[in-house]
């Protein structure tokens, strides 16, 4: 189990290091130091964990503003000197929130309770559990409704080559090359659309099959996308590491 600590404060972390080191309720396989917001930010764009561990106050802001930045799909167990912020961080996927300083017992009834919901937490919904989740369900969107001008636009899923997020907004980009905002986010439409047409590629994009063009891998843990048409926001496609295995099975199939 891959675990995350994000921790200024270098005699906590090595606390909480040794209290896992000593315990025997999950298998630790490595645990990743993140010492900054800036630092935990640019980690979850591109890596994952099982669990994470995680600060309130840290050197550069407050560890919540992580969550404006970066999709977090994890559980997170809190560890704070501050109990003013439990209801805020209960709006994430919190297991617990240990007050600083705690015991030895509290870690391990966290960790208790975090293995008592495991089975039944799906960080990144599959393919295959998205199909079985809509065999029986006869809301798949077909067509997007979107605004042009002062008028209504109906795109069917067969022109449109991909969404993407950027700042505050969802947009849909067509094979014909037009772009408009869509009213909707980028985690709640993936849960609409046919996922034999479309891919949730990474935080920001979403793509349909036939938009790819070339698929360059880099290594074995970063791989490019090409898409058509290009995205009018210059930045580079890369498929998220957890989800390269899962996408280039999608895509060949």
Not at 44 to 66: C, K, N, P, R, Y
Not at 76 to 92: G, L, P, S
Not at 155 to 164: G, H, K, L, V, W
Request: glycine letters at 2%; hydrophobic letters at 40%; a negative charge.
């Amino acid at each position: 189990m891959k675990i995350a600590i994000i921790e200024d404060e270098l005699l906590a972390v090595n606390y909480l290091k040794d209290l896992l080191d000593k315990q025997s309720i999950v298998p630790v396989t490595e645990i990743v130091i993140l010492r900054s917001k800036k630092q935990a930010i640019e980690f979850f764009e591109t890596q994952s964990a099982d669990l994470v561990f995680m600060d309130i106050h840290l050197g550069d802001g407050m560890s919540l503003e992580i969550f404006e930045q970066v999709e977090l799909f994890t559980p997170i167990i809190f560890i704070t000197a501050f109990d003013e912020y439990a209801m805020r961080v209960f709006r994430h996927f919190t297991i617990d929130y240990l007050l600083k300083p705690f015991e030895e017992e509290d870690l391990h009834k966290a960790l208790q309770k975090f293995i008592s919901i495991r089975n039944n937490f799906d960080p990144e919904p599959t393919l295959q559990s998205i199909s079985t989740l809509q065999q029986g369900n006869s809301d798949i969107m077909k067509r997007f409704m979107v605004r042009e001008g002062n008028k209504l636009k109906s795109i069917d899923e067969n022109n449109t080559a991909y969404f993407f997020a950027s700042g505050k907004y969802l947009f849909l980009t067509t094979k014909d090359h037009q772009t408009y905002i869509y009213d909707d986010t980028i985690k709640d439409i993936i849960q609409k659309l046919n996922p034999e047409v479309f891919f949730k590629i990474n935080r920001k994009f979403i793509i349909n099959k036939e938009a790819v063009t070339e698929i360059i891998k880099h290594s074995s843990q970063k791989v490019e996308l090409r898409l058509s048409p290009e995205p009018e926001v210059n930045t580079e496609i890369f498929i998220s590491k957890i989800q390269i295995s899962e996408c280039l099975n999608w895509l060949n199939s």
